[in-house]
């Protein structure tokens, strides 16, 4: 027997469960039995496999295999430290893809789907992978369906099936038996499977099955959790670094040649060019951008904006404009009812008069058109709650003794909720609250002065229509009140919302949040546009925008007809004037995330509910809010505001500018520092010198001082200067001719005293030439990190700022030391002892290329 023949009682009984609930010694039981409510993942690769990982590069095997080769030859001590360093370096990088595994993993649990369930006689919100069968879950519009399950009780439920089924209209839901037992899946109305959106309505539901025996469980495939995540950035660099390799080769070769030509053995030669390929070539590069992604993914998580893919935070930082809900995301949410306009009279909150029969039927409505309670709920109803309780009314006594017969929920759209209730008397009436423009025509009578009732006439619809104005001048958000007597009970449809008598305009407050005027005007500095989107009328939302600082002299404020009426081109003509959309429906947000993108401009839209998905997913960068945003638009969007708060937007694009910058500026470090290193190899080779590094030099100053001092430069602090800079291109390729131009120049400058150095040593003999040019190199690179982090001098960027920068300069430095003072090391590294003044000298010529750059920088951005 399937389960949507059976009654809900069989139901129960074969899930051993209640309506009110598992209980949680219960739920314990299950999840030991059917494990968590998820698709298995396909195994991650184990500490092992990824430490092996790290020498699938042919270099590293080739120069493995020449260390080898060396051992067997009589030069085991440095042949061993070869392979020593190598195992070292597979240590870093396993270690590196081990971070930026670990949180990648935490990211996904942050944005990983809630779902409400009953236990215990209790709603809760609990993460989706906790449920299991037997479990009695909530399910309603925006929802994401959590598991499969058969519904117990309905109100008017649309799921889209579409992933499960093909089929993209929704499907209307009951909670009734069904005759048949050959369903298809489309067919079975009274069940709802995983991973289905519900669009409409609410249910109450039994989990029937869950994780991998879902519907959606068996057809879907092993989830690669290691799904490919790189980034525009790592592709455009992984295409340079295979032409930057090809070169180095090629170099690499060309020395090989030179050395064999000046009489080294083949074996030396090919050691000390591997060496040089392997330290020159940039193989911490996309490491280093994954751990420096994921180290500010995380911390942006704890500033409340979890991203859920690395590439999105390089898209924060091109972002260019950023179009906001008004409600909850650029004001606090908190109404608070400040005006009520009745009885043909506009005063404040406090003076409708309980014992007047119309003002205590406006209470009432307050009470019965409405689902919030005074704590949880649509804050816009809440207000109204609140208001009733200063007027001693208990909304819980009120809604006991009046019965509610049918009910048109509120949407976006409509702008509307209308509700009959059966009152005390016996007598039907109907409630309808909602915004101004959908009632204006609505209205057959309304109450005079005197409480009487009359026909409506133009006169007063000018009169309310006034007033409406004024009270959205103020920045109040209107909420317009109708009523009318039906003389039988029936099931509601927009239809019935007609023939009213008008009965109060209120005015409710929603105070711009503190943060929304500095955030609009970081934006304003940084280049970006703010634009504020919302379903409010449209002086309102001006007002507010003014006040914020979003709205300018000359801007434009429209409103969704009126958008609806442009063309394309035309709103393409003038998107960038207009700072305001009010009264707009989900649809009205694609096309103007469509007009800008049109004008080449990056995109940030803001979104909550079921019907901004699409445009979330069309947005550059779609932003869902964590508190009051649907599953469904969580699901869309590429980042998620903890605290739905746009002031946490404007941060995450600081950070995105950020990181972009701060991994151009590794980039730099790690071409310029092996630039030099390249150089100085080419030109003692050239000039028939001694050889100049080394292969255990040159793998040393590979471990040392590339992954250090570049994590360190990728992780520089925020700077605030950042907001003066304009949106980045995203098409800009990072090596501008620009760019790299200065670094070749950097390698240049180095390499120059690094040959100083050499020459320096060769007085004395090859083996101190060779000491004094690696330790020369060495604290070069290390002195030179210094320079990359940020484009002002380091004293105006904050020398102390960066503490990893100060520790990966200590530790790189202590160690350069140790290896010039213990003797021992000496024959592995190919070094000998130095004097004093020698340690002078390599300091100087160290530092000079970094006081020069400094000095440059303090000149430039003076
Ligand atoms: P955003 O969050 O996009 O800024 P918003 O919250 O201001 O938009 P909606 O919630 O769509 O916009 O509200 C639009 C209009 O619908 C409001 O101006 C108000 O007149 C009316 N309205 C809002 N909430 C309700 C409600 N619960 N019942 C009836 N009407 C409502």
Redesign the pocket.
């Known amino acids: 027997m399937k389960h949507f023949t059976k009654s809900k009682k069989q139901l129960f009984e074969e899930f051993e469960t209640v309506s009110t609930g598992l209980t949680d010694e219960e739920v314990e039981k299950r999840r030991k039995k059917y494990g968590e409510n998820k698709f298995i993942e396909k195994e991650k690769d184990g500490l092992i496999k990824i430490f092996f990982y790290q020498f699938k590069d042919s270099l590293v095997i080739i120069l493995l295999v020449a260390a080898i080769i060396s051992f067997f030859s009589g030069n085991e001590e440095s042949s061993f430290v070869i392979v020593l360093v190598l195992i070292l370096n597979s240590i870093l990088g396993a270690y590196q893809t081990i971070k930026a595994q670990k949180s990648l993993d935490s990211l996904k649990k942050m944005s990983s789907p809630k779902c409400k369930v009953i236990r215990e006689h209790e709603q809760l919100e609990v993460d989706s992978s906790e449920l299991v069968p037997g479990d009695i879950v909530i399910i309603e519009a925006g929802d994401i369906v959590p598991a499969d399950g058969r519904i117990i009780e309905n109100f008017s439920l649309l799921v889209n099936e579409n992933s499960l089924t093909g089929e993209s209209n929704s499907i209307e839901k009951t909670d009734e038996i069904l005759q048949y037992e050959d369903l298809a899946l489309g067919d079975q109305v009274n069940m709802v499977f995983s991973g289905s959106l519900v669009n409409y309505g609410r249910a109450k539901i039994l989990i029937t099955e869950t994780g991998m025996s879902t519907e959606l469980g068996k057809i879907a495939t092993l989830l690669d959790q290691t799904e490919e995540n790189v980034t525009p950035l790592q592709k455009s660099l992984d295409i340079f670094g295979k032409r930057l390799t090809l070169a180095i080769v090629i170099l690499c070769i060309f020395i090989f040649g030179i050395y064999v030509y000046h009489g080294n053995t083949v074996l030396d030669s090919l050691l000390l060019a591997v060496a040089l390929a392997v330290a020159a070539i940039p193989e911490s590069l996309n490491p280093i951008i994954t751990i420096v992604l994921s180290l500010e993914t995380e911390k942006l998580a704890k500033e409340n904006a979890i991203v859920k893919e690395l590439k999105s935070i390089e898209a924060l930082g091109s972002i260019s404009v950023i179009c906001s809900?008004?409600?909850?995301?650029?004001?606090q949410n908190k109404m608070t009812v400040k005006k009520i306009f009745i009885n043909g009279k506009l005063d404040d909150e406090y003076s409708l008069n309980i014992n007047k029969k119309i003002d205590k039927l406006l209470l009432d409505s307050f009470i019965l058109?409405?689902d919030?309670t005074d704590t949880i709920g649509?804050p816009?109803?809440t207000a109204l709650i609140h208001l009733t309780q200063k007027y001693d009314m208990s909304f819980r006594d009120e809604r006991k003794d009046s019965k509610r017969i049918s009910e048109i929920p509120?949407d976006?759209v409509r702008?509307?909720?209308t509700v009959l209730y059966e009152d005390k008397k016996g007598k039907y009436i109907i409630f309808t609250?909602?915004?101004?423009d959908?009632l204006i025509t609505k209205f057959k009578y309304f109450i005079d002065e005197n409480g009487d009732i009359q026909n409506i006439n133009e006169e007063f619809i000018k009169k309310i229509e006034k007033v409406n104005n004024d009270l959205a001048e103020e920045g109040l958000?209107?909420?317009?009140f109708a009523y009318k007597y039906m003389d039988e009970p029936k099931d509601l449809t927009t239809q019935d919302e007609d023939s009213y008598i008008f009965h109060a305009l209120v005015g409710m407050i929603d105070p711009p949040r503190e943060e929304s005027k500095v955030a609009v005007q970081e934006c304003i500095r940084g280049g970006i546009k703010p634009v504020?989107?919302?379903?409010?009328?449209k002086i309102?939302?001006r007002t507010i925008a003014k006040n914020i600082g979003i709205f300018k002299d000359g801007d434009m404020a429209i409103e969704g007809v009126e958008l609806e009426k442009m063309s394309d081109e035309e709103l393409e003509n003038s998107v960038e004037k207009i700072s305001v959309y009010a009264?707009?429906s989900p649809e009205h947000k694609i096309r103007i995330v469509n007009a800008w993108q049109k004008l080449g401009k990056i995109c940030a839209m803001t979104g909550?509910?079921v019907n901004d998905a699409p445009a979330l997913k069309k947005a550059n960068i779609g932003i869902a809010m964590g508190i009051t945003g649907t599953e469904v638009s969580k699901n869309a969007a590429s980042m998620i505001l903890a605290d739905d708060n746009f002031s946490t937007i404007v941060k995450a694009i600081i950070t995105g500018r950020n990181v972009y910058r701060n991994i151009k500026n590794a980039i730099g470090f790690l071409l310029s520092g092996n630039t030099a290193a390249i150089l100085a190899v080419l030109y003692s080779s050239l000039a028939n010198l001694p050889v100049i590094f080394s292969p255990v030099q040159l793998l040393f100053i590979n471990l040392l001082t590339d992954s250090l001092p570049s994590i360190a430069v990728g992780v520089e602090p925020k700077n605030e200067d950042i907001l003066d800079e304009k949106p980045r291109d995203p098409n800009e390729a990072i090596l501008t001719k620009r760019f790299s131009s200065k670094l070749l120049i950097e390698g240049v400058l180095i390499a120059i005293f690094i040959i100083i150095a050499f020459y320096i040593g060769l007085k004395d003999s090859a083996l101190k030439g060779s000491t004094m040019a690696f330790a020369t190199l060495c604290l070069a690179r290390l002195f030179h990190g210094i320079d990359y982090r940020g484009q002002r001098n380091i004293f105006a960027i904050g020398f102390f700022k960066n503490k990893f920068s100060l520790i990966a300069f200590g530790v790189g430095f202590a160690l350069l030391n140790l290896v010039l003072l213990i003797p021992s090391l000496y024959k592995i590294f190919g070094i000998t002892r130095i004097e004093a003044v020698n340690f002078l000298q390599i300091y100087i010529l160290s530092l000079i290329p970094t006081i020069l750059i400094q000095i440059y920088k303090a000149i430039k951005y003076r």
């Open positions: 809900d008004k409600t909850g995301t650029l004001t058109c409405t919030a649509d816009t109803e509120f976006s702008k509307l909720m609250k909602g915004a101004f959908s958000r209107v909420l317009t504020m989107i919302t379903g409010d009328h309102t939302a009264r707009v909550d509910g």
